[in-house]
């Protein structure tokens, strides 16, 4: 299932050409907290690392609407338990170079 989360990830975080006129060119990682409670819903989302540039809001965002991909732990008794992530996001933003002709890729 991680790499199902790998793809929701990739395909829910893709900033926009707006986003992308406003924010500096950069390295800007968002970590975020869940829980992954009984029935493999997620819950308790919180930002821990925000960047800045709303990134931790859309990675909370995206997160909040992840249904259907965790299952919740269970332990040696048969009991399902809490279990606590920490995802960190990297998000790249890579300068343009109007100079440079638009085929043209580095």
Same mark, same amino acid.
């Given at each position: ?18 986003? /992308? &006129?406003? %924010? ?10 869940? @829980?992954? *409670? !009984?029935?493999?819903? /997620? &819950?308790? %989302? ?10 931790? @809001?859309? *990675? !909370? ?46």
């Amino acid at each position: 299932y991680l790499e199902i989360w790998k793809i929701y990830l990739s395909d829910s975080l893709v900033l926009d050409d707006a986003s /992308l &006129d406003t %924010i500096a060119a950069g390295r800007y990682t968002v970590i975020i907290q869940f @829980e992954v *409670v !009984k029935n493999g819903q /997620l &819950d308790n %989302i919180s930002i821990l690392k925000e960047p800045g540039y709303g990134l931790g @809001e859309r *990675v !909370k965002k995206a997160i909040s609407n992840c249904q259907g991909i965790w299952k919740p732990v269970i332990n040696e008794k048969g009991q399902v338990t809490r279990n606590y992530r920490k995802q960190p996001i990297t998000f790249v933003v890579e300068e343009i170079c109007e100079e440079l002709p638009a085929a043209l890729t580095l």
